[in-house]
């Protein structure tokens, strides 16, 4: 499962998919339900952002 996550076309689906939804969750989930969303989906794209950049270092895995 480590390698399916890790591989770069997974973490480019990650990062574009959940910024997206984070970015359209307040306007089509009402209240703080629509927040938290945000919130949580912001998180993943940002963790799949650090696993790109982390990928293009040299001397990584």
Do not use: E
Request: aromatic share 8%; no cysteine.
């Amino acid at each position: 499962m480590k390698t399916l996550l890790s591989a770069k076309p997974v973490l480019w689906f990650l990062f574009l998919f959940n910024l997206a939804v984070a970015a359209l969750a307040p306007f089509v989930v009402d209240g703080t339900q629509g927040v938290m969303t945000a919130v949580g989906m912001g998180v993943v794209a940002l963790g799949a952002g650090v696993g790109l950049l982390r990928s293009r270092q040299p001397g990584s895995v």
